[in-house]
């Protein structure tokens, strides 16, 4: 695209050079509101089925207010929180944890809402278009800027004083007009397009999991006789098939607590400890595994791993699991996972992998937390999970199916994972050289 042909340098890292005619100045200078609300006295026990929106940092996204988890205040509230309301055109900004620095303008006729502390209100004055300093924000100016008022500090979060004293580039009105409805149309398009290969990447997901659901409860073969198991999760098998309990086939076992291990225990080297920030795609990262010393390994026998082991999460994000098909020196567990070990050589771990993969095994963790608030699974309710299978040869043949079939599966998923990472690069890039005089969006 055409270039302005007098350009002038801002001196301002990250920017460079800027269009001769624009302004260099603080956001303070156009904004006639900077602040944000609080969270009503009471906290979520004041919130509501129905009533008026208060908006909080996760319903604030680059892509417009996400609203369903939003929370209700009731009237009474919404008019005490005066300070908090905000208006069509506002431009909401998170100021503080992950998602600090997400931006998004209030759309038209959105109706009453406030914001709680986290969010902050900026309502700009007529020579500053609300739209453009959405565009501003959403750059990669503010994350930069972000960086460099928090190095060596330890607070949290923006300041009021922080935003007030931000440096925005200023065109006139009318070209930040031009610049807005010029990004609106891109970036229009690159939204629908990212949106499109996030829709088949749910398709996709869906696809592996009907492959992995078939195989491991019909089998290989359409035409063989079935039989109704007898089990809520399970439904109709093959007819020649069995059923089991975890229990009465595999050695199951966890830590029992942390036996007093501290962190100051976890060493650089020595005896890997497995937690599950370590799985990865189904495999260990052992790359990221703190060490423990040969004594704290040998302290309990039972959680000693072995090639061929299966691990799994039992609380936080229950489920999660790992295959040791490398085990590149001693290991042990953390107390959040359990090792299951095939007995007897009565399960495949490959097939099993894929029983705990599969969409049975999410029904009967469900089934098994019904009224419950912990989000945990029990040594006991995994050892009493109840699961259907084929003889040894047949379970190794159905697992080696669904590896190959989900491996391509994941290949497409990676690619499509990739492109989307493009597509937003190239609409962050496009952003911030529209919004920074990079390029002349008024000739376009």
Not at 27 to 38: A, D, M, N, R, W
Not at 319 to 328: C, M
Request: with cysteine; proline share 3%.
């Amino acid at each position: 695209m055409k270039q302005y042909s007098q350009m002038k340098n801002s001196e301002v890292p990250g920017i460079g050079k800027i269009p001769k005619h624009w302004l260099l100045t603080k956001l303070k200078f156009f904004t006639i509101k900077v602040g944000s609300g609080v969270t009503p006295k009471g906290g979520s026990d004041s919130y509501v089925k129905e009533g008026i929106p208060l908006i909080r940092s996760q319903n604030v996204h680059f892509d417009g207010l996400h609203l369903d988890d939003v929370a209700y205040i009731t009237l009474d509230i919404h008019k005490k929180m005066s300070n908090s309301k905000i208006q069509e055109n506002d431009v909401l900004l998170n100021i503080t944890g992950a998602s600090i620095g997400r931006t998004t303008s209030v759309p038209k006729n959105f109706g009453d809402a406030n914001v709680n502390q986290h969010v902050c209100i900026v309502r700009t004055n007529q020579d500053l278009y609300y739209g453009f300093l959405t565009y501003f924000l959403t750059s990669s100016q503010l994350q930069t800027w972000i960086s460099s008022i928090q190095v060596g500090a330890s607070r949290e979060g923006l300041t009021f004083e922080d935003i007030k004293n931000f440096i925005i580039l200023l065109p006139s009105i009318l070209e930040q007009k031009q610049i807005v409805e010029y990004l609106d149309g891109k970036t229009s398009k690159i939204n629908d397009e990212i949106s499109k290969n996030q829709k088949l990447i749910e398709l996709l997901k869906e696809q592996k999991q009907i492959v992995i659901n078939h195989a491991v409860t019909k089998g290989l073969d359409d035409s063989v006789p079935m039989k109704d198991s007898g089990i809520e999760w399970i439904g109709k098998i093959p007819k020649y098939w069995n059923i089991n309990k975890i229990k009465y086939s595999a050695y199951v076992k966890g830590r029992i607590g942390w036996q007093g291990l501290k962190s100051g225990e976890l060493l650089d080297e020595g005896p890997y400890l497995i937690t599950g920030t370590d799985f990865d795609n189904g495999v260990i990262n052992w790359d990221t595994c703190y060490h423990v010393s040969p004594e704290r390994y040998a302290l309990d026998p039972h959680i000693q791993i072995q090639k061929g082991d299966l691990l799994i999460t039992k609380d936080g994000t229950i489920g999660k699991l790992a295959r040791i098909d490398n085990l590149p020196g001693l290991a042990t567990l953390n107390s959040h996972l359990l090792v299951i070990r095939p007995e007897n050589n009565q399960f495949d771990t490959g097939f099993i992998y894929w029983i705990f993969s599969s969409s049975q095994f999410e029904y009967y963790t469900n089934l098994t937390q019904q009224g419950t608030t912990f989000n945990a699974l029990s040594q006991e309710k995994i050892e009493n999970f109840t699961y259907s299978f084929p003889p040894l040869k047949e379970q190794k043949s159905i697992a080696n199916y669904i590896n190959k079939k989900t491996k391509n599966i994941d290949s497409l998923i990676s690619k499509i994972e990739l492109q989307i990472k493009k597509l937003k690069e190239f609409r962050e890039s496009l952003i911030s050289s529209a919004v920074t005089g990079k390029i002349q969006v008024a000739e376009a």
